[in-house]
């Protein structure tokens, strides 16, 4: 009856959590178009970034919202497939829960606030008079205080972790395969340590795949583990190969073997009626007993 209660609760749940990854890799896509295409200052140098930080602050500040707005719908869709994953996999760590609704919060809030220091800053240095590149320089490195830098580093680190818990624990309850599994581990990886730069691309990729899951409209069909309500490994692209291969082998096997029936039932039929006239046959050409030499015994 849980299970039972749970596959209808994720029937339920499953719309809005995809409406939430399309709309979180929506406003990344939008976030980078915005950018290109409103912020047209020169971003050669030091001194024009600063400049240019200024002059456009505004757009800068609607960026950032919608960048951390699309972090903040990760908290829907890691809610979404913590609850799927813990039905199958008590070991899942109930810790990952609050840090996947909070962590998105916490790192949309530091986004902000993050803009709008910087661009505050870059007004009180363009205010204050010709300044050089070093100045530029340092309120590029420098512009949040110790307790934003603190802050966001605290929020990525959480973020991470809850992204590799719920991917792994996910990945091994069967709800997604090795590949988005793995995935979803890199993506928590590289907002702990960016070693690549940021991971907006990769988790575009993600939260657009996890909306197509959530629908079941992944291609080649969802794994077993979203029907059964229970961890069932996903199947690899060779099973899976091979049970399309069956599938289709199965009804021309039928077939066959019907044919076959119609085929041999009129011959089996033939070689009965040809057995039974040769036994009437035999019958009739078979010797009746002679009586005589019965009665000739006895007499003797």
């Given amino acids: 009856m849980e299970t039972q209660e749970q596959l209808q609760w994720e029937a339920r749940a499953s719309r809005p959590a995809a409406i939430a990854a399309f709309g979180s890799a929506a406003l990344l ?17 030091p001194v024009e970034r600063v400049m240019t930080l200024d002059a456009e602050s505004t757009d800068f500040i609607v960026s950032a919202v919608m960048q951390s707005v699309g972090v903040l719908l990760l908290a829907v869709v890691l809610w979404y497939l913590f609850r799927a994953a813990k039905a199958r996999r008590r070991e899942l760590p109930s810790i990952a829960l609050p840090l996947a609704i909070g962590a998105p919060v916490l790192v949309a809030g530091v986004g902000i ?36 830098i603190g802050l966001g580093f605290a929020a990525n680190l959480a973020l991470g972790f809850a992204l590799v818990l719920i991917a792994l624990n ?8 090795r590949f988005m599994g793995i995935i979803g581990i890199v ?27 959530f629908l079941d409209r992944w291609p080649g069909g969802r794994g077993p583990a979203w029907t ?34 119609e085929w041999l039932g009129p011959r089996e039929s033939g070689r009965e009626a040809a057995g039974e006239r040769e036994a009437s046959a035999e019958d009739a050409t078979a010797p009746a007993p002679r009586p005589t030499q019965r009665k000739r015994k006895r007499r003797r």
């Fill in 29 to 45: 896509i939008g976030t980078a178009v915005y950018q290109a295409t409103a912020i047209q200052g020169a971003a050669d140098t």
């Fill in 113 to 148: 606030a993050f803009g709008l220091d910087r661009a505050g800053a870059a007004a009180e240095l363009v205010a204050a008079g010709p300044f050089d590149d070093q100045a530029a320089e340092d309120l590029i490195a420098g512009t949040s205080s110790e307790l934003v």
């Fill in 170 to 177: 996910a990945m091994r309850a069967g709800l997604l395969s």
């Fill in 228 to 261: 059964s309500g229970e961890a069932v490994k996903w199947p690899s692209a060779a099973e899976q190969r091979a049970e399309v291969e069956r599938g289709r082998a199965g009804p021309e096997e039928d077939g066959r073997a019907e044919q076959e029936d």
């Fill in 187 to 213: 993506i928590g990886a590289l907002f702990v340590i960016p070693l690549i730069g940021s991971p907006l691309v990769i988790q575009l990729f993600w939260s657009i795949a996890l909306g197509l899951l």
